[in-house]
């Protein structure tokens, strides 16, 4: 019903910048709010930052003043600015929106296939 779209990642020496994007398609009522995770191998997969409807956003400590969330309602579309990247950031990064369908019906676990990026030293 909801097909996510990601694009971005890639390769970046560390103090180094990337743009992830992320677009939903499919029976879209409204997207209420949005999440960027990401996984490093052997981790568990983490919250990076999110967004709300009205725009509000949080953050993890260890990204807190170097990456940005944002959105673009009318594109269905969310975004994360990556700055002054580290090694450590390096992982498998995926958004998930929180979904109310054209049925209303809400949906949370819905996942982009995911975006490699890594941040050599």
């Known amino acids: 019903q909801v097909q996510l779209v990601e694009s971005g990642g890639g390769l970046v020496q560390a103090g180094g910048s990337l743009r992830l994007s992320c677009a939903a398609s499919?029976?879209?009522?409204?997207?209420?709010?949005w999440g960027w995770y990401r996984q490093a191998p052997g981790k568990q997969r983490e919250l990076v930052a999110a967004?709300?409807?009205?725009?509000?956003?949080n953050y993890a400590d260890s990204v807190k003043g170097r990456f940005t969330i944002s959105r673009d309602n009318a594109k269905n579309t969310v975004y994360l600015q990556m700055n002054s990247l580290k090694p450590e950031d390096t992982a498998v990064y995926y958004c998930?929106?929180?979904?109310?369908?054209?049925?209303?019906?809400?949906?949370?676990?819905?996942w982009g296939q995911g975006t490699q990026v890594t941040v050599s030293s």
């Open positions: 967004i709300t409807s009205g725009g509000s956003t």
């Open positions: 998930n929106p929180d979904v109310l369908t054209v049925g209303m019906r809400r949906l949370l676990d819905v």
């Open positions: 499919g029976s879209l009522f409204r997207i209420n709010g």
